[in-house]
């Protein structure tokens, strides 16, 4: 059993940055592959980011490549979305997400193929 707890967000102009931080329960979290979705007002919830158990593979959807950067620190247990050059559109409550395998190859923007979630943070970029 994993628990999440999401933590970074805020109001941002845009323009700005904000990083997101995800501290998980447990002892094997190198276990565990990691992602982050976010969910607007009115809108399914979508993929952003992920990175394999090791860190060594990370994906992210089309609309934050560049802009945004997942890492992770397994000392820490803790995984993160550095979030550059925010838009309106990046407002959304963001998800942080564990799959229980460390597999560097997974459907990644299947929200079926992690197994936890955390509640949300709320991120909000005005113009």
């Not at 190198?30 to 060594?56: C, D, L, N, T």
């Not at 609309?63 to 838009?87: C, E, G, H, P």
């Not at 407002?91 to 460390?102: D, E, I, K």
């Not at 560097?104 to 079926?112: I, L, N, S």
Request: some cysteine; overall charge positive.
């Amino acid at each position: 059993q994993v628990q999440l707890v999401e933590c970074g967000g805020g109001l941002v102009q845009a323009g700005g940055s904000l990083r997101l931080s995800c501290a998980a329960s447990g002892r094997t979290f190198s276990s565990y592959a990691m992602g982050w979705f976010r969910q607007a007002p009115g809108k399914e919830r979508m993929f952003v980011a992920a990175i394999s158990g090791s860190g060594s593979r990370t994906y992210y959807a089309d609309s934050v490549k560049v802009r945004f950067t997942i890492s992770r620190d397994n000392a820490k247990n803790t995984v993160y979305l550095q979030m550059n050059s925010l838009k309106p559109e990046d407002t959304a409550v963001y998800y942080c997400t564990a799959r229980g395998s460390a597999s560097d190859y997974w459907d990644y923007e299947f929200q079926g193929s992690y197994g936890y979630w955390g509640r949300g943070t709320q991120v909000t970029v005005s113009s």
